[in-house]
């Protein structure tokens, strides 16, 4: 163990994760990791047990990297993925011609290629074609889905609305995502209809329903195939990690690519 770390001590544990719950063609494959807390699989400590697959949030790097290392086999990933540096924006890459990127979503053509974005209370958002052959991963905070981070996504498939299906992976739930009438007033300016996404819980503050946020944005795209949305973060203490929870904590990963469809 040149490392010093863990090395080997959960190898034999599985990764529980969750599978995309929608109706893409068979070669599509998408999921969201979870914490992994009872499940015996992952090696960081504390604030950041077990899978924490982040980098960015001083978790030991050894650790995040044997995590890495578990999900790749584990799901038998054909790729690394295309690890992302987030920065609540709109920036989308090319998951097939880059390493690394400063973005917040990225996207492929090319099969086998992983797109992977990191949440803990923010919004994983993947999307798929209905041939199977386009895959786009975003993370959307607040400021991002404010920011057209899922337009911008949506655009880089250049598909027609009614070819797409979206998966909303584990995110805050509506009755913990509490933000103020400034927030509030970014989504109703850009869209009257988001008022019915939040309630009024105290003057001045107001529970937010990231989940229907997102979909009537993707309505307004013409994109009604909309999936997933059953999860808060927040809650599920055990499944998930959360930053308004939390603070200091680890980051859960979504994922997907495509691989070569079976012939028929």
Request: net charge negative; proline share 4%; charged share 25%.
């Amino acid at each position: 163990m040149s490392t010093g770390n863990k090395t080997g001590m959960h190898s034999e544990g599985r990764i529980d994760v969750i599978a995309a719950d929608w109706p893409a063609p068979e070669n599509i494959h998408a999921v969201s990791t979870t914490r992994n807390l009872h499940q015996g699989a992952g090696v960081s400590e504390g604030r950041y047990a077990c899978l924490n697959l982040a980098l960015h949030v001083e978790d030991k790097p050894a650790y995040v990297e044997e995590n890495r290392q578990l999900l790749k086999q584990q799901l038998q990933l054909p790729q690394e993925p295309l690890w992302l540096e987030q920065v609540h924006g709109n920036e989308v890459v090319d998951a097939s011609s880059s390493l690394t990127a400063c973005a917040d979503a990225s996207f492929s053509f090319e099969k086998n290629r992983v797109c992977a974005v990191m949440t803990a209370d923010c919004l994983p958002v993947l999307i798929c074609n209905r041939e199977g052959n386009k895959v786009s991963a975003a993370h959307a905070g607040w400021r991002g889905l404010a920011g057209g981070g899922i337009e911008a996504s949506i655009r880089s498939l250049e598909e027609k609305p009614e070819n797409l299906l979206v998966w909303l992976g584990p995110a805050i739930g509506p009755q913990a995502f509490e933000v103020g009438e400034d927030v509030r007033q970014v989504f109703i300016d850009d869209l009257a209809q988001c008022d019915r996404a939040f309630k009024e819980n105290r003057p001045g503050h107001y529970l937010a329903d990231i989940y229907q946020l997102a979909r009537l944005r993707l309505k307004r795209l013409g994109i009604e195939a909309v999936y997933g949305g059953k999860y808060c973060t927040y809650t599920d203490a055990d499944r998930f990690y959360s930053f308004r929870r939390d603070g200091t904590t680890g980051r859960q990963a979504s994922l997907i690519w495509f691989s070569e469809r079976s012939a028929k």
